[in-house]
């Protein structure tokens, strides 16, 4: 029986003391006087009676009640009931709060009281103070409380004739029952009767609607999070303006959480004057008044459930981990039947006519039973893994926690693991784990029906069916009997509380009161005491243990026949059958990966120990060690699958003899392990020990029976014998009945037996914690676990003794190695923590516990005396043969750094190298060594499992590539050491993981990692390997100074312009536009000392026109790769721009090419020449530059050659460019500020861009671009899918409805394609101007409409930087992915996002190609203009321009748009030490992925193969050429890097530039080209762009261990490969079949496609024949041009199969089939096209081996020869190459004109086709021509290719040649 009411407290408003605005509380009266024994009066009842603060109103509020709980000390729970009304306020209380009434009546707002409108009004100025009644109790029964309460307030406002204090001694010592389910009726005496019902099971929470309410306010979700959130720790905080709602949230949440109890701070309604109690730093559950909520604006930790809102709010920084599925998922359907039935009917075509809703009351139960089940099903079998330490005198248990996790299969869970973790379990465990004690539904559920449970699963009928069964049990607990409706209290009248109320609230009689609860006391005394009789029986323990999900078993599901390996092999080992033991162990240790398999060793090896000891001979120890290793190296510190725990017993039993009286054990080679250093593993074998004695010491019948060797864990196999608990259980029943003197017997034995075991384990412990080697303490050290402990008993004052011991320990022994006494210090303090711990949980005596303190460091000395025996002993045993090592083969100029450190390459995320899903043998792990070169790291080496073969592995890349480093610690594969190791992951797609031999010292090891490091990162570009190669100075000396690092700058400009205008100049000779007087003499060059005239800015300083010591343009040739004359070689075939502003010129030319920037004084990073509108000066350049980011204003690259629209590039715009860019028409006024005058410049340039295209007259002024309907703007147009998000902001809308046009069209076809081509109308813009749409946000769009505003979302370099992390892991995992199979590598590539970033660059180019093709010229200002905007513009350029679809326009592309124009390659690729935070940001690498995708859609547009991507992508982060260096040309110039001379070069035999080297290389084999290269008339490619249609390059998963990375040619020409011989018989040759492994091999290597078989098959041919080489590249034309004819007898396409009629019939029938395309003119090869991008590379290499230049013939013959008309021509050689006199032969059979060397020569130097030829028109003399010929001797024939410019002796001579050629084409 307990009190009802424990106290009863009358609060009044009072003064504050500190005078403030608020008043306080104070107690006025309280009942009883003295405080009870048993239970304290609470403190701080006045705060909690108001909990939005004291304070005055003006009007009268109805009463309100709520309970507040207050926890003590004890953590008991006080329910305060608190009923408050309103009272007129004595004067005093109302002289204190005058002062500021208006505020306070705010305040009064704030505080959210209700308030009515009194019908009785009150005088104008009154004030009420509220006055409060409470009630104190330890029971929760609200009803009773709100109805006494207010029966008490009734009394007094309607002056009922009833005396007061006799109500109150009533109520304080009325007493009710606890629980058993009885009712008991009381009264007050005033006429009234309550019912009290107690609930059936004190143990069961009561919920009334609490629950149901939480589900109605928040849903299920938001429950389930905060149910999440109050179990794993987390601090959850309800907000409501009502307080009893508050109550009852937080009441229901608890009651969710049962069977667990919450023991964090608990506060249902926290006072406002505690409110900084959120900020502490524990757990809790509170709620709070929605008033406060700006209070917890800043709680960064707190998540926050709004109750009124129906909202649950998480920080960012706050991760509430899920349920684990299924179980998850399962709730939330159980849930939601029960909270909406007619969900599942909803979509019945003939639904019920009625559903039956349950009660509020009854779907409270269902709710809660729900997540019974829950906890049922999460803690199934738990009972299993409890260890029972003590049984008497009172039960001590503690929880598995590693078995059980290990058993459910739920160790990565989150979620449980925090739970299992959490004190609430702490609580669960010592309070359920009990085995003799009454039981609860909890325990029944948990035991019998979980098979019911799982059975269930896919049922929801019949999970209902069980809820609902659930249901009713909880709700019998709290309603046992039918409700009588017995009650009857007296309630106040309505609106009682408006009236006038007679008086205050009485001051009552403490005396009478006090009397009558003093009677009740003395009554009580002589009642005898009511004995809560309990019902004590054996918990069930319930089925054993199920995973929670049978297919979580992981990726190594052991076969029976797997098992079978491990026990023939352990058995040979047994038997002495060494070889065949040797056989079997690669197969086994992979076996070992699986849980079953290294049970199954335990067990095997468990047979072959007797008497605890096998003594083995050397061999068959070290294959015991090797496999007891390989199991443990898979082992957590968790040890969740008990494989340790299996192993502990037998690393003590096993051992070898050294030398008489010298024995090893085990032990001593399988420390390395991170579980021997983990605390808790040593407690859990500990108490599993211990509970196995104490079983056996209460089993009387198996005495003795239980030998050590079985103690691990076999006791539960034994399925006959009782488990522990029921042993347990059984003398806790008898425990009561025996007598004093056994009982303290079996206390005795108990505590002897954990403490033999407690000296058992310090003993075990230093055997595994001391290492053989005591030098060793560096590893043990930093083992997980004893480094912690470490650290934390470094004070000299420690809590226990241990520390205290050990340090006396220290200093007695007097060691003279220090190292070696700290070990041992280390391991002492290490055991004495456990001690201490285990001891004083499990009883042990302080006399015991002092004993152990004392042994410890004796039992640690005597251990490791025995080891230094050991350790010299295993010195002297012979040491095992490592294999020599294998040297790299270096590029010329490569050097070694660091010779061979000794190291295992161990295998990574792919699988591949380890020989999994791709078959294959096990390459990795290999044992070799790693280099470091100035160029590369290197690893070299052969696999470890000797099954494999005599394979080397080579796994290298760049240093520069180097993107992280980390130190890893792993074991080797061989011994299973514990290693230092070394990870290096590379922008290259390369991955080493390496563990350092332990011959390798640390010192090596981290001179390897500073040298890597110095490497990576010199601290100038001029340390780089590009440049330190064959540079003449010795590297240790310092760079040259600045001033002679080669011609001054200024010089350089006035050089740059010369050259460009030599270049351009004679294009436009014969237009006299203007004539200088160095132009009139066109043949010689111009003087030297008379300067060009160039129009320059008049901004620039004059004196830079002045002429120097200027370098003579003539003897000075610069190099011939100059970048610039790139460019402007690139312009004049674009037909863009000349070198003068002069008035004549601008007529006829719309661009000009402007010097202005020649000094780089404009803009850094543009290049010497730009592209700008004819009209614009150069001095207003200046002033335009100035609203760009960077000052790279717009400037002209590329024009459509058709539509002659243009490209343009900039920087994005500056704040203040953007605010005056598109102001209104009114004009300027005079005082404008320079950034207005700068934007309206800008206006003007934009202006002058628009009036230079030829379309642009349109008379209206209204061009818009029509083709998309509004309909689809948003989602599916064109700019809709480009913006990133759906709905278009600001400017969007304006946009799309312009862009919409009047023309419906269909929308854009599937896959991302664009739609139909002539989806853009003539009505448009003429200028787009494609802009951040951050940056173009409330820009004017221009009133003309002459441009456009088109804003995108484009993502950010730091965003690239991020997404290619994450592709370097997907692609390159450092460990093998949880779950194998391609999904774990398919949702890592999507994370990372890398193909979604392609498909946006994708899908803006082709929208710019498709403006642009309708004849909209295009500015592309994004970012800083040198990162996306290059990568969009060189796009667009490349889709649109089938030049730049060639080797030499790609090279042009790239020199041009990322070279000159300033791509930041050094700052990117982080080539110094400066840039090593900025990190490696891959946006060349980006753009080259673009052109592959492009590629792989058009395989017959490139000239150049897919191989040739890769190597570009390689090389531009490997540092070995100069031509990625830098980050702009002028600091190109500033190095020297752009002009270096002639001689210079010749010799040095290094190549600087990859385009020498490429070039080079392309001469020897066609490695670079595509065979299927037949580009179609039409010349723009849209590809596709949704991610669905992107491919994942196979530059990024590819790898070759046989020679390491293709792309450094010299290198990678492995061994050649055996003649093939001739059978005796003289029959064919035999050819000699070889294995080619995936990974291993290059497959496009030892597998050529046809062609590349066919070319070496001719090279033997022509080797035989002794006949001279020709050059591949003229061959091959030569056949498709053949091919061509062939398939043209009658001068249209026929198709042909076979090749040219003029091969020799041997060399046909080879069958090189090559088949007519749709069009006449093309050539297709029927490959494969993804066949041939990788075959070309494995042709090339084939043929590289056999000196590739031999590799073609002459296919000439005789009866081929027909010419119709012949002479000698001077033709233009193609790229960078002069003229040359050929003899031309014109046929007309053929249909072609044919070239030879000389007019003797038989062999044909080229063929232009004559099919292609489209016009035939004079010429004009460009640099280098012959200098005495007449201008009009000049003539070029145009093909669709290119143009050939010729050149006759005289002009009658070209005249006919033209001629003939003319009449050859209409014959035609």
Request: aromatic fraction near 8%.
């Amino acid at each position: 029986m307990a009190r009802l009411a424990d106290y009863f407290v009358l609060v009044a408003f009072g003064p504050h003391p500190r005078g403030s605005v608020e008043g306080q509380g104070q107690i006025l009266q309280r009942f009883p006087e003295k405080d009870w024994e048993d239970n304290p009066f609470p403190q701080g009842i006045e705060l909690f009676c108001q909990p939005s603060g004291w304070q005055l109103c003006p009007e009268r509020n109805p009463p309100t009640f709520f309970v507040a709980v207050l926890t003590d000390i004890n953590s008991e729970r006080h329910y305060c009931a608190c009923l408050t009304f309103w009272e007129p306020a004595e004067p005093t209380q109302e002289a204190v709060c005058t002062a500021n009434a208006v505020e306070r009546e705010e305040e009064a707002d704030e505080g959210g009281q209700v308030r009515l409108s009194p019908t009785a009004p009150a005088p104008p100025g009154q004030l009420f103070a509220p006055k409060t009644l409470v009630l104190v109790s330890r029971l929760d029964h609200t009803e009773v409380f709100r109805n006494s309460l207010g029966l008490i307030y009734a009394i007094h406002v309607e002056g009922l004739n009833v005396c007061l204090e006799n109500v109150i001694g009533n109520l304080l010592t009325c007493t009710v029952p606890l629980a058993g389910g009885s009712q008991r009726t009381i009264s007050l005496g005033a006429g009234d009767r309550q019912v009290i019902q107690t609930p059936l099971a004190d143990s069961l929470p009561v919920s009334r609607c609490s629950v149901a309410l939480l589900f109605r306010q928040l849903g299920i979700t938001n429950v389930l999070s905060l149910f999440c959130a109050a179990l794993t720790e987390h601090k959850v905080l309800f907000l409501s303006r009502s307080y009893q709602r508050l109550a009852d949230a937080c009441r229901g949440l608890l009651a969710l959480l049962f069977p667990l109890r919450y023991s964090f701070t608990y506060v249902p309604i926290l006072p406002a004057q505690l409110l900084e109690v959120l900020s502490t730093p524990t757990p809790f559950i509170i709620g709070v008044n929605a008033a406060f909520q700006a209070e917890t604006q800043e709680l960064l930790d707190v998540i926050i459930a709004d109750l009124d809102g129906g909202t649950v709010t998480v920080p960012e920084c706050v991760h509430i981990p899920p349920l684990p599925e299924p179980l998850q998922s399962q709730t939330h359907s159980a849930l939601s039947m029960v909270l909406d039935p007619e969900l599942e009917l909803a979509d019945l075509a003939f639904p019920p006519a009625t559903t039956s809703t349950s009660s509020l009351k009854m779907q409270d139960k269902e709710l809660r039973a729900v997540f019974l089940r829950l906890f049922a099903q999460l803690l199934q079998g738990y009972r299993w893994c409890l260890h029972i330490v003590r049984i008497h005198p009172e039960p001590v248990i503690r929880f598995h926690k590693a078995a059980f996790l290990g058993q459910r299969g739920l160790v990565e869970d989150d979620f449980l693991m925090k739970v299992l973790e959490g004190m609430a379990f702490a609580g669960f465990v010592s309070e359920r784990g009990v085995p003799y004690r009454p039981t609860d539904l909890f325990d029944e559920l948990v035991a019998h029906e979980v098979a019911r449970m799982r059975a269930d699963e896919n049922h929801p009928q019949r999970v209902l069916r069980h809820v609902q069964e659930l249901a009713e049990q909880l709700y019998k607990n709290e309603n046992p009997y039918p409700a009588v409706a017995m009650h009857k209290v007296q309630r106040p009248g309505e609106a009682s509380h408006l009236r006038r109320a007679p008086r205050p609230f009485p001051r009552l009689d403490e005396g009478t009161v006090q009397w009558i609860v003093d009677q009740a006391a003395a009554k009580m005394q002589g009642a005898p005491p009511a004995v809560k009789t309990e019902r004590k029986t054996t918990v069930p323990s319930g089925p054993p243990m199920t995973a929670i999900l049978e297919r979580c078993s992981g990726p190594h599901v052991n076969s029976a026949r797997r098992l079978e390996v491990v026990r023939n092999c352990i058995s040979y080992v047994f038997e002495g059958k060494m070889l065949e033991a040797k056989k079997l162990l690669p197969a086994v240790l992979r076996a070992l990966k699986g849980r079953a398999a290294r049970r199954c060793l335990a067990q095997e090896l468990h047979l072959h120990v007797q008497q605890n000891r096998a003594v083995l001979d050397h061999q068959q120890f070290d294959f015991v060690v090797r496999m007891m290793n390989c199991c443990l190296q898979d082992c957590t510190s968790l040890d969740e699958h008990g494989i340790a725990a299996a192993l502990l017993p037998l690393v003590t039993a096993f051992c070898r003899k050294l030398s008489p009286g010298v024995t090893q054990f085990a032990y001593s080679c399988v420390q390395e392990h991170v579980v021997w250093s983990t605390p808790q593993f040593w407690e859990a074998m500990f108490y599993g020990d211990v509970q196995t004695h104490i079983r056996a010491l209460y089993l009387e019948s198996s005495e003795g029976s239980v030998s050590p060797s079985q103690e691990v864990g076999e006791v539960q196999s034994q399925e006959d014998e009782r488990s522990a608990l029921d042993v347990a259980s059984e003398q806790r029943r008898l425990w009561p009945t025996l007598s004093r003197e056994k009982q303290q017997e079996l206390v005795q034995k108990e505590e002897s037996t954990v403490f033999s075991q407690a000296i058992h384990y310090a003993n075990r412990m230093s055997y595994l914690l001391l290492p053989l080697d005591s030098s060793k303490s560096r590893l043990l050290r930093e083992r997980a676990g004893l480094g912690d402990l470490e650290s934390a008993s470094n004070s000299l004052v420690t809590n226990s003794m241990a520390g205290s011991m050990a340090e006396s320990y220290d200093t007695e022994s007097g060691f003279e190695d220090a190292e070696t006494c700290d070990v041992a210090g280390t391991v002492v303090r290490f055991i004495n923590r456990f001690v201490d711990k285990v001891c004083t949980e499990s009883g042990v005596t302080s006399d015991h516990l002092k004993g152990l303190h004392v042994m410890v460091p004796d039992i640690v000395q005597m251990h490791i005396e025995t080891l230094e025996a050991v350790h010299r002993e295993s010195k002297r045993l012979p040491p095992i043969q490592k294999p020599k090592l294998l040297r790299p083969r270096l590029l010329p100029g490569e050097e070694c750094v660091l010779d061979g450190l000794r190291v295992y390459l161990l295998p990574d995320g792919r699988e591949e190298g380890a020989g999994g899903s791709g078959g294959g043998p096990a390459l990795l792990p290999a044992e070799g060594a790693v280099f470091l070169t100035t160029y590369r790291v290197i690893f070299t080496g052969m696999p470890t499992d000797p099954l494999v073969g005599e394979q080397v592995v080579v796994r290298s890349f760049p240093v520069a590539a180097l993107t992280k480093e980390k130190r890893i610690s792993v074991q080797t594969p061989v011994d299973q050491l514990l290693q230092d190791g070394l990870q290096l992951r590379s922008c290259t797609f390369q991955l080493l993981k390496m563990a350092f031999d332990e011959e390798v010292g640390s010192d090596s090891a981290e001179l390897f990692r500073k040298q890597l490091h110095k490497l990576r990162y010199p601290p100038d570009i001029r340390g780089t390997f590009a440049f330190a190669l064959g540079s003449t100075h010795a590297p240790g000396r310092p760079p040259r100074p600045a001033k002679d690092k080669g011609p001054s700058l200024r010089t350089l400009s006035r050089n740059l312009v010369k050259n460009a205008k030599k270049t351009i100049g004679r294009q436009y000779v014969t237009r006299k536009k203007y004539n200088p007087p160095s132009w009139e003499h066109r043949g010689q060059p111009p003087p030297e000392d008379q300067e060009d005239e160039i129009s320059v800015s008049e901004e620039l300083d004059p004196s830079t026109l002045t002429p120097s010591s200027a370098l003579k343009p003539s003897d000075r040739m610069t190099m011939s790769s100059l970048v610039e004359r790139a460019c402007c070689r690139d312009y004049q075939r674009l037909g863009l721009g000349t070198l003068s502003s002069s008035l004549s010129r601008a007529k006829s030319e719309p661009f000009r090419i402007s010097p202005v920037n020649r000094m780089y004084a404009i803009c850094r990073s543009y290049p010497g020449l730009l592209i700008v509108p004819q009209s614009i000066q150069d001095n207003a350049l200046q002033r335009v530059s100035r609203c760009y980011r960077q000052n790279r204003f717009p400037v002209v690259c590329w024009r459509s050659g058709r539509s002659k629209a243009v490209l343009l590039r900039s920087g994005g715009l500056h704040g203040k460019g953007v605010a005056g860019l598109f102001k209104a028409q009114s004009a300027p006024s005079p005082g404008q500020s320079q950034a207005d005058s700068g934007s309206l410049e800008q206006e003007k340039y934009l202006q002058a861009v628009v009036s230079s295209m030829p379309r642009y007259a349109d008379s209206s002024g209204r061009n818009t671009l029509s083709g998309f309907s509004s309909a689809h703007m948003s989602s599916h147009g064109k700019w809709g899918s480009v913006r990133a998000s759906g709905h278009s902001g600001g400017l969007g809308a304006d946009v799309g409805s312009r862009l919409a046009g009047r023309d419906v069209l269909s929308p854009p076809q599937a896959n991302g394609a664009p739609p139909d081509p002539g989806f853009l109308r003539p009505h448009r813009a003429a200028l787009y101007i494609i802009g951040d749409k951050a940056q173009l946000k409330g820009v004017r769009p221009d009133p003309l409409q002459q441009w456009e505003l088109v804003p995108i979302e484009v993502f950010e370099v730091r965003q690239v930087k991020a997404s290619f992390k994450k592709l370097l892991k997907a692609c390159v995992p450092g460990c093998p992915a949880a779950e194998p199979g391609p999904v774990s590598f398919l949702r890592s590539l999507e994370d990372s996002e890398w193909l979604t970033q392609i498909h946006k660059l994708l899908q803006i180019s082709v929208l710019v190609v498709e403006l642009l093709d309708s004849g909209s010229s295009v500015l592309v200002s994004l970012e800083d203009g040198w990162d996306i905007t290059t990568q969009v513009v060189s796009l667009v350029q490349l889709l649109s321009d089938p030049f730049y679809r060639t080797l030499e326009g790609f090279r042009l592309l790239v020199e041009k748009e990322w070279l000159s124009f300033g791509h930041r390659f050094s700052h990117r690729g982080a080539h110094t030490l400066a840039g090593q935070s900025s990190g490696f940001t891959p946006v060349f690498l980006q753009f080259l992925d673009c052109v592959h995708q492009v590629h792989l859609q058009f395989p017959m547009e490139f000239e150049f193969s897919q191989f040739y991507l890769k190597f570009l992508g390689y090389h531009h982060a490997s540092r070995r050429f100069r031509t990625f260096l830098l980050d702009s040309d002028y600091e190109r110039i500033e190095l020297g890097l752009l002009y270096e001379e002639k001689g210079e070069r010749r010799a040095q035999p290094a190549c600087r530039s990859v385009w020498e080297y490429v070039d080079r290389l392309s001469k020897r084999t066609p490695v670079f080209y595509n065979y299927t290269y037949a580009p179609e008339d039409t010349e723009v490619l849209r590809p596709y762009s949704n991610v669905s249609n992107l491919k994942v390059w196979d530059f990024y998963t590819e790898e070759t261990l046989a020679e390491g990375p293709p792309y450094d040619w010299e290198l990678a020409q492995g061994p050649p490969e055996p003649p093939e011989e001739e059978r005796p018989d003289g029959g064919a040759p035999q050819s000699r079949r070889r294995v080619v492994w995936p990974c291993c091999d290059s497959r496009p290597r030892v597998q050529p496609d046809a062609i590349s078989r066919l070319l070496e098959e001719l090279q033997r041919l022509e080797t035989e024949l002794g006949r001279p080489p020709e050059r591949w590249k003229d061959t091959w034309d030569r056949v498709k041009a053949a091919q061509r004819l062939e398939g043209r007898p009658d001068g249209r396409g026929a198709p042909s199969s076979l090749l040219v009629s003029s091969v020799p019939h041997h060399r046909r029938s080879l069958g090189v089939y090559l088949q007519e395309g749709p069009v006449g003119s093309t050539l297709s090869l029927s490959l494969d096209s993804d066949q041939s991008s990788g075959s070309t590379t494995s042709s090339s290499r084939q043929a590289a081996r056999r000196s590739t230049s031999t590799l073609y013939s002459q296919f000439q013959t005789a009866e081929s020869e027909n010419r119709s008309y012949e002479g000698t021509l001077y033709k233009k050689g193609a790229f960078m190459k002069p003229w040359k006199a050929r003899w031309f032969v014109l046929d007309k059979t053929k249909h072609q004109l044919r070239y030879y060397d000389h007019r003797v020569d038989t062999e044909c130097k080229g063929v232009i086709d004559l099919a292609e030829v489209e016009a035939v028109a004079p010429g004009t003399p460009t640099m280098g021509a012959p200098k005495t010929v007449d201008e009009k001797a000049f003539f070029d024939v145009k093909t669709t290719r290119r143009v050939y410019n010729f050149c006759a002796q005289d002009v009658p001579s070209a005249q006919q040649w033209v001629d003939r050629i003319q009449s050859c084409l209409s014959d035609a």
